[in-house]
Structures are given as structure tokens and as C-alpha cells.
Nanobody, 135 residues
Framework: QVQLVESGGGSVQAGGSLRLSCAAS????????MGWVRQAPGKEREGVAA??????????????KGRFTISQDNSKTRENARDTLYLQMSSLRAEDTSVYYC??????????????????????WGQGTQVTVSS
């Protein structure tokens, strides 16, 4: 199983930028569809962006296209293999205010393509990081 820890949230004014990070450890084999899901109070979970297991396909919600970028950085040491997933957020809006979760599911490319936007389809997630955008 993979373990996920998010960081990088905070408060920013509208139009500003933030970069979220998600440190993945444990099973970091290239078999996980990984994504960012957000949930605001009183609202349903919303898939924001995702990266296919092969790391060759990205997915974005319409509401963030052109403003958010998902990427991954891989580094390996003798002690462990560790992947870091990023979400670069620019031109932030008040409606982006939410708790952002890094999530993962071991899946085929087709499953990732079909289900990335549905928060309920992931089976591993971090503790979440708060992003607050003031207008």
C-alpha cells in the first residue's frame, strides 16, 4: 500500500499561486493512478487533476484547466524509493478554497481515465491540506 502526506497549503489572495506537494512512500511502483481531490464545506468531493499510472496522461477538471498543473518528481535513494506529486495552482479564485487531498488507486489506464474525477474511486489518501483564497 502507498502512504501519502500532503503539504503546501495556505492562504493567498485571488490571482495568487500555491504549490501543493504529496510525498508518496511505501509501494511506489508505477501502478497507481494518482490525483488531487478537493472538498469544500457542504460540497461534494471534486476531482481536480490526476496523473495516469504510466505518468503519460494528465486529467483536469474544466474549472481548473489552464490554471493548475499536476506533475511528479521521482527520486530514489539507497534507503527508499520516493515519489512526490505536485499540484501547481495559479490564478487562484475564491471558489478554489477547499481542503485538498492527494489520492491514489492501483489501477489500469482505463480505470484511471474513467474514474479519476470521482473522489470515491481512490483507496488511499493523505490527511489533506487547506487552501484558502481571499477575494
Amino acid at each position: 500500500q502507498v502512504q501519502l502526506v500532503e503539504s503546501g497549503g495556505g492562504s493567498v489572495q485571488a490571482g495568487g499561486s500555491l504549490r501543493l506537494s504529496c510525498a508518496a512512500s511505501g509501494d511506489t511502483s508505477r501502478s497507481y493512478c494518482m490525483g488531487w481531490v478537493r472538498q469544500a464545506p457542504g460540497k461534494e468531493r471534486e476531482g481536480v487533476a490526476a496523473l495516469s499510472a504510466a505518468r503519460n496522461t494528465t486529467y483536469y477538471a474544466d474549472s481548473v484547466k489552464g490554471r493548475f498543473t499536476i506533475s511528479q518528481d521521482n527520486s530514489k535513494t539507497r534507503e527508499n524509493a520516493r515519489d512526490t506529486l505536485y499540484l501547481q495552482m495559479s490564478s487562484l479564485r475564491a471558489e478554489d478554497t477547499s481542503v485538498y487531498y492527494c489520492e491514489a488507486v492501483k489501477s489500469s489506464a482505463q480505470y484511471c481515465s474513467d474514474c479519476w474525477s470521482q473522489g470515491s474511486r481512490y483507496n488511499a489518501w493523505g490527511q489533506g491540506t487547506q487552501v484558502t483564497v481571499s477575494s
